[in-house]
C-alpha cells in the first residue's frame, strides 16, 4: 500500500471509536482510486488492512449499490425510475439513452466512456427526471438536456445541475431563503438568530430539555411519528456506557426529499439540534449516517461542522458525518446502526431497543433530520410556542414534498394539519385530473381522489383516512397512470431494496413482481390477484423491520381500490 | 426457580431462561424452525417457528422469544399455520426443492416443516435451480435447495472460525459465497464439514455419501476419533457394515459435533486391502504372522535385554499423536516408571 494511503486510512479510522465502522469508507477510498471499481485486489488490500475476510468484504460490496464489482465506464450513468421518476417520465430519459449510447441497461460502451444503469430512488422526486452521472445530480433533465450533458461529457465538460424547485415555507422554521448565496454559513445562521438556542439549552439541566422536547409532543418525522421526546426517555439512567446519537440523514423513501433541504440550504440548524440533543440525552459523540448519494451534501455539513467547531459551539460534543453507501433499509434505525458498525445492513430484531442496545452495544438514540431540525425551536421558544403552530392533532412545522403531476412540484412548509388541498394548490394544482394520491411516501396506503379530498395532513388524521402521513412525501398521481403498473414499480422497488435476511420479505417481493409482471403482460390468471393479496395479508407484520409492511401495505391497498384495473389485464 | 408457561392451554413448568421454542421441544411440542440451531442460538429470519402470545402485537419467533412468568401461547392458530404456510410455499417455490433423489430426503428440516403443514405442491412457480458447485473436495454445494438460513455461515465463521463463507448480494440475489464468490475448491475452505452438519436442507452435502444409501437405510454407531488424541466424538452413519458418512455428535464433549477433515471424512483406510490384521514379526527378511502374546513377548525382551546391557537411557520413547491422551499418559508411565528413564516425548512436540 502507498505510504500516503497509509495516511488516509489512517486519519479514517481515527474517525470513530470503533475499527470496523471504518470498513466501507476505506473501500470507497480504494474505489475511487481505481476507476471507480472495487477488484478483487482492491478487495483483498480492505480485508488484509482492516483484518476482515474476504467474505465479508465481498459480503458488503456486494450489499451497498454504491460499491461497483464489475469495471465500470468513465461516467455511470444512473437514471431514477422509482415511482416518482416513472411519473416525472425517466421511462423516455433510459430509452432516450439506450438508443443515443447503442447500449442496454446495465451495459457499458465500447469506448468505455458511459455505463447505463436504473437506480432506484434517488431523492430527488419533484426534480426528476434526474440522471446521476457518477457522484453528481443532474436533476430537472428533459431529452434535450440529456443530449446537451452526454455532448459535454464527451468533450471532458461537466455542465452544473440545475435542481430547480418550487419551495414556499409559511413557518419558516426549517427551510430557509435559498436564494441567499451565503444562506449556508455560519454567519448568516447567526444573524438569524442561530446558535441561541444551544446557548440556552446549554444553561439548562438535561431532564428540562428532555421535557421541553416531550412537552411539545413533537413525532418523528422520518416516518414512523414516534414522540421523540419519550424516545430520549428510554435510555437507561445511570449506566456507565456512553451514549451515540445518530442524525438519520438517510433519506431514501420514494417521494421523500424534505431533509436534504434542510440540511443542503441550512446545515446550522441540523448541527444546533444535534448539539442541544446530544446534550440533552448525554451523548458526546453524534453520528450524521447521510445516504452516499449525498455526497456533495455531506462535504456541505462537514464544513458547517467545521464552522461551528471553530466557533466553540460544539465543546461538548463531537460530530462525525458518516456516508451510506446505497441501501434504503439503512433507514431503519437498527439496520443503520449496523451499518456504522461496518456491516450488511440487516436490521435486528427488537427487542433490544437500540435506547439499550444499539451503536457498539450502547444506549443510542436515532433521529431523524426534520426532528431534530426542530429542536433548537421548541428550546428557543418553548413547547408551548411549537405546540400553537399547526394542530388540533399534530403540531409543529412541517416540510411537505410533492412530486409527480403538480404543476410546481417542490417543497412546502406548512403548520401541521394543513389540508392536502391547500398545498397542492400551493404546488400549482393537479396536471389533468386527478386519480389518486399517495401522502407519506411510497410506503402507505395510496388514497382515491375521493378520499383525498377533505384530507388533513397530520398523524392523526392521515391515520383516520386509512393512511399514514409518513414522511410527508406527497405523490400525486393523474388519470393517465394506470394503477398496475404503478403497483409494479412500487414492488419493485421493494424486492430491490430488501436485505434478503427475512425470508417472507426477500421471497415475496420476488414472487409479487413476477406475478404482477404477468399480469401486465397478459400472460396472468384471475386467481393471481387474490394470491398476491393473501401473500400481503400473510407477510404483513412477519419480518424484523418495517419493511414486510412497507411493501404490503401500499401493494394491498393499490389492488383492492383499483381492482377493475387489474381484473381488466386478465384475458 | 420455577416458571410457568401456558402452550395451548396445556401447563408447562420449566427452570431457568429458556425460549419457547426450546421449552416447546423440551415438551415434545412440534413447531417448525429453519435458521435455528441450538449451537448457533436464535436468528429470527426464516419466521416459520413463529407463534401467537397472548398480548403481544403480531406473531412472535418463538426461537427469540422469552416468554412473560404464566404467558399463555398458542401454536397452530390459523393464522400461524397461515403464516408458515406462506413462508414454506415461498421457500418451496424458489429453488430446486425436489425431494426424489435428494440425498437429505427424510433428513431435511424444510421437509419436515412441509410435511407438518400438508403442503405437496408449491403454490407458486419455480425458479430455475442455479448451477450445483462441485469444486469441492468433499462437499457438494447446491445453491438451488439453500434457503439462505445462514447457519452453515454462523458455523463457519463463529464456531469453527475458518471465515470463508459469508452471504454475498442483496435481497432475492442473496447468496451464500465462498471468499470473493469463487467455487469452493478454489477458496482458502479447510472442508471441514461443519457446515454441512449444520445444513436443515441439501444445499451442502457430503460428497462421499451421494448415491450410498437413503437416510432411512443407515443406523448409527458412536465411536471416539482415532485420530488425534482430543478425542472427538463421531456418530458413523452405517448401511450394513459400511461407513456412509460421519457426523460429530452435537451434544457430547469435547467436540460439540465440530470435527476436523480427517475425523469426518478421512475414514477410507479402515477399508483398506493393507492394514494388518495380526501383527507380523520379521525373520530372515520375511514377515510372518503371529499372535499378539508372541509379539509382546518379544518386544518385552529386547527392551529388557537392552536395559540390562546399555542401562535405561538407552531407550527412548516418542507417543504418537493418534493415541489418547490416557494411553500417552501411560506410555511416559512405562517410560519413567517402569524403564527407568526420562527419554520420552511426544510427535506433536517434534
Known amino acids: 500500500m502507498k505510504k500516503e494511503n497509509q495516511e488516509r486510512l489512517k486519519n479514517i479510522i481515527e474517525k470513530y471509536p470503533k475499527m470496523e465502522s471504518a470498513v466501507m469508507p476505506i473501500m470507497q477510498l480504494f474505489q475511487d482510486e481505481n476507476q471507480n471499481y472495487l477488484g478483487v485486489s482492491e478487495m483483498k488490500e480492505v480485508a488484509n488492512a482492516m483484518n476482515m475476510s474476504m467474505s465479508k468484504i465481498f459480503g458488503i460490496a456486494t450489499y451497498y449499490t454504491m460499491f461497483n464489482t464489475k469495471p465500470i465506464g468513465k461516467y455511470h450513468l444512473q437514471v431514477d425510475t422509482c415511482v416518482p421518476g416513472f411519473l416525472h417520465g425517466a421511462d423516455e430519459i433510459v430509452e432516450y439513452l439506450r438508443k443515443k449510447l447503442n447500449i442496454e441497461v446495465g451495459e457499458t460502451t465500447q469506448d468505455g466512456m458511459f455505463t447505463l444503469s436504473t437506480v432506484q430512488d434517488l431523492a430527488s422526486c419533484a426534480t426528476g427526471p434526474v440522471i446521476q452521472v457518477n457522484d453528481k445530480y443532474y436533476e430537472n433533465m428533459t431529452i434535450e438536456k440529456t443530449d446537451q450533458l452526454i455532448k459535454d461529457l464527451l468533450e471532458g465538460k461537466e455542465p452544473e445541475n440545475d435542481p430547480s424547485m418550487t419551495v414556499v415555507s409559511e413557518c419558516g422554521i426549517l427551510l430557509n431563503d435559498r436564494t441567499q448565496k451565503e444562506c449556508r454559513t455560519l454567519e448568516f445562521y447567526k444573524k438569524n438568530g442561530g446558535y441561541q438556542a444551544l446557548k440556552k439549552a446549554l444553561a439548562m439541566k438535561p431532564e428540562d430539555i428532555v421535557n421541553e422536547v416531550k412537552e411539545s409532543q413533537i413525532k418523528g418525522r422520518g416516518g414512523a411519528a414516534f414522540p421523540a421526546g419519550v424516545k430520549w426517555s428510554f435510555l437507561p439512567k445511570n449506566d456507565p456506557r456512553p451514549v451515540y446519537l445518530i442524525c438519520n440523514a438517510d433519506e431514501g423513501e420514494p417521494g421523500t426529499f424534505k431533509d436534504r433541504q434542510i440540511m443542503e440550504f441550512n446545515p446550522h440548524l441540523v448541527i444546533e439540534g444535534i448539539a442541544i440533543s446530544s446534550f440533552a440525552v448525554g451523548a458526546q459523540k453524534a453520528f450524521i449516517y447521510i445516504r452516499g448519494e449525498f455526497s456533495w451534501i455531506a462535504e456541505i455539513l462537514e464544513t458547517a461542522v467545521e464552522e461551528a467547531k471553530k466557533d466553540n459551539q460544539l465543546e461538548h460534543v463531537e460530530i462525525t458525518v458518516h456516508r451510506g453507501f446505497g441501501s434504503y433499509v439503512c433507514g431503519d434505525e437498527t439496520a443503520q446502526i449496523e451499518s456504522l458498525e461496518g456491516r450488511r445492513g440487516n436490521p435486528r430484531a427488537k427487542p433490544p431497543f437500540p435506547a439499550s442496545f444499539g451503536l457498539y452495544g450502547c444506549p443510542t438514540v436515532v433521529n431523524n433530520v426534520e426532528t431534530l431540525a426542530s429542536v433548537p425551536y421548541i428550546i428557543k421558544n418553548g413547547a408551548e410556542a411549537f405546540k400553537n403552530i399547526g394542530g388540533p392533532n399534530d403540531f409543529g412545522p412541517k416540510i411537505y414534498g410533492v412530486s409527480g403531476h403538480v404543476n410546481n412540484p417542490g417543497v412546502f412548509e406548512y403548520p401541521m394539519g394543513t389540508k392536502l388541498k391547500t398545498i397542492l394548490e400551493t404546488a400549482g394544482g393537479v396536471k389533468r385530473k386527478l386519480k389518486a394520491v399517495i401522502v407519506g411516501g411510497l410506503s402507505v396506503p395510496i388514497l382515491t381522489a375521493e378520499e383525498a379530498e377533505d384530507l388533513s395532513l397530520d398523524f392523526a388524521s392521515c391515520q383516520k383516512a386509512g393512511t399514514a402521513l409518513g414522511s410527508g412525501g406527497i405523490i400525486v398521481i393523474n388519470d393517465t397512470v394506470p394503477i398496475p403498473e404503478l403497483t409494479l414499480r412500487t414492488i419493485e422497488f421493494y424486492a430491490h431494496e430488501s436485505c434478503g435476511q427475512c425470508m417472507p420479505c426477500r421471497e415475496g417481493t420476488q414472487v409479487i413482481v413476477k406475478k404482477l409482471k404477468g399480469l401486465i403482460e397478459g400472460k396472468g390468471k384471475k386467481d393471481d390477484i387474490d394470491l398476491i393479496l393473501r401473500l400481503c395479508g400473510n407477510i404483513k407484520g412477519l419480518t424484523i423491520c418495517p419493511t414486510g409492511e412497507a411493501f404490503t401495505v401500499p401493494i394491498q391497498a393499490m389492488i383492492t381500490k383499483f381492482r377493475p384495473e387489474f381484473e381488466a389485464l386478465v384475458r | ?350
Open chain 2, 1 to 350: 426457580m420455577t416458571k410457568t408457561v401456558f402452550i395451548d392451554g396445556k401447563k408447562i413448568e420449566y427452570e431457568g431462561n429458556k425460549t419457547l421454542l426450546e421449552i416447546a421441544r423440551e415438551n415434545n411440542i412440534y413447531i417448525p424452525s429453519l435458521c435455528y440451531h441450538p449451537k448457533l442460538g436464535p436468528a429470527s429470519m426464516c419466521r416459520v417457528c413463529v407463534v401467537e402470545v397472548e398480548g403481544m402485537r403480531g406473531l412472535q419467533p418463538s426461537c427469540a422469544t422469552i416468554p412473560a412468568e404464566g404467558a399463555k401461547v398458542l401454536t397452530n392458530t390459523e393464522r400461524v399455520i397461515e403464516a408458515r404456510k406462506t413462508v414454506v410455499n415461498l421457500l418451496l417455490s424458489n429453488g430446486n426443492h425436489n425431494c426424489l433423489s435428494c440425498e437429505v430426503n427424510g433428513d431435511c428440516e424444510l421437509q419436515d416443516a412441509a410435511y407438518h403443514l400438508g403442503i405437496e405442491i408449491p403454490a407458486f412457480l419455480i425458479e430455475q435451480p442455479e448451477e450445483r458447485d462441485e469444486s469441492g473436495v468433499f462437499i457438494l454445494r447446491d445453491p438451488g435447495k439453500c434457503i439462505k438460513c445462514g447457519r452453515c455461515i454462523e458455523g463457519c465463521n463463529r464456531l469453527v472460525v475458518n471465515e470463508v463463507l459469508d452471504f454475498g448480494y442483496r435481497g432475492g440475489e442473496i447468496k451464500v459465497i465462498c471468499d470473493n464468490d469463487i467455487p469452493m475448491g478454489e477458496s482458502t475452505c479447510v472442508q471441514c464439514g461443519e457446515c454441512v452438519q449444520l445444513c436443515p436442507v441439501g444445499a451442502l452435502i457430503d460428497k462421499k455419501a451421494i448415491g450410498k444409501a437413503r437416510t432411512w437405510e443407515t443406523h448409527t454407531v458412536r465411536t471416539t476419533c482415532p485420530y488425534c488424541g482430543v478425542g472427538c466424538q463421531l456418530e458413523l452413519h452405517m448401511k450394513e457394515d459400511q461407513i456412509v458418512r460421519v457426523t460429530g455428535v452435537e451434544d457430547a464433549q469435547p467436540n460439540q459435533g465440530h470435527l476436523c477433515v480427517k475425523g469426518r471424512y478421512g475414514y477410507d483406510f479402515i477399508y483398506s486391502g493393507d492394514r494388518l490384521t495380526t501383527p507380523l514379526i520379521k525373520e530372515n527378511g520375511v514377515f510372518r504372522e503371529a499372535s499378539w502374546n508372541e509379539a509382546l513377548d518379544l518386544v518385552a525382551g529386547k527392551f529388557k535385554q537392552i536395559i540390562q546391557e546399555s542401562g535405561p537411557d538407552t531407550l527412548a520413547g516418542v507417543s504418537c499423536a493418534r493415541s489418547s491422551n490416557e494411553d500417552s499418559y501411560n506410555m511416559q508411565k512405562l517410560f519413567r516408571g517402569v524403564f527407568g528413564t526420562n527419554n520420552i516425548d511426544h510427535c506433536a512436540r517434534t
